[in-house]
């Protein structure tokens, strides 16, 4: 079975600075996607990025980037110029594209933005 | 466009008392899974329907259960509480499952505490 785990249950950032949150993951798989979630105090799950696992080349999206490292089975969510919005929990998922499977989540990273 | 509505926000019962939770999805979206959030185990998926059919299940016993209407509104039915199953129940729904680039989209979730 897949599992992801998130090393980091908080991390803090300054307004305006970069931070980095990390997740690997476990499967046999080859062929998957990978997400970063957030979670704002609002409890909805927003989606962030997501990755295929095919892809070589890193995904971004404005100030969210990863590094997507397949052989490692690494995956880490860089998020550059942080805002106090930014403040939330944030989970990394796996699903694989084969088969009938639900997204697997990590325990979750919960960052803090410092004015 | 609604996003996924879940009802209610908020559910306070007693143990051995019953609970059905209400979700309904983007419009046009036909798949509903289901997700229990609690901060010990983290989010662990229930199960996942698609046209009124259950695609999957997750690892929960049988007091869980769901299911899904014609017009892709989405239930699930937790009976005989026990305190364990306090929690934050998310839905999230998608035009189908296993497409290439299917996307989730979560509800703000209901809240269960269970004295």
């Known amino acids: 079975a897949q599992t992801v785990t998130q090393s980091q249950p908080e991390m803090s950032v300054q307004e305006a600075e970069t931070v980095t949150l990390s997740c690997t993951y476990d499967t046999s798989e080859s062929d998957y996607y990978l997400f970063w979630y957030k979670q704002p105090p609002s409890r909805q799950m927003i989606l962030v990025i997501r990755q295929e696992a095919y892809k070589q080349q890193n995904a971004t999206e404005n100030r969210f980037s990863v590094n997507f490292q397949k052989a490692a089975k690494s995956f880490s969510l860089k998020i550059s110029d942080s805002q106090l919005g930014d403040a939330a929990m944030y989970f990394c998922?796996?699903?694989?594209?084969?088969?009938?499977?639900?997204?697997?989540f990590g325990k979750g990273t919960r960052l803090s933005v410092i004015a | 466009k609604a996003g996924v509505t879940q009802t209610p926000r908020y559910l306070i019962k007693t143990r051995g008392q019953q609970v059905t939770l209400s979700c309904s999805p983007i419009s046009g979206h036909r798949s509903v899974s289901w997700y229990q959030q609690t901060p010990g185990q983290g989010l662990q998926f229930l199960f996942e329907y698609f046209s009124e059919t259950q695609r999957n299940k997750g690892n929960f016993p049988g007091r869980f259960s769901g299911r899904q209407f014609s017009n892709s509104r989405s239930e699930m039915n937790v009976s005989t509480l026990e305190l364990g199953d306090s929690a934050l129940y998310l839905c999230?729904?998608?035009?189908?499952?296993?497409?290439?680039?299917?996307?989730?989209?979560f509800g703000s979730g209901t809240q269960l505490s269970v004295l």
């Open positions: 998922a796996y699903r694989s594209r084969t088969g009938n499977t639900p997204l697997v």
């Open positions: 999230a729904s998608s035009l189908a499952p296993g497409q290439y680039n299917e996307k989730l989209f």
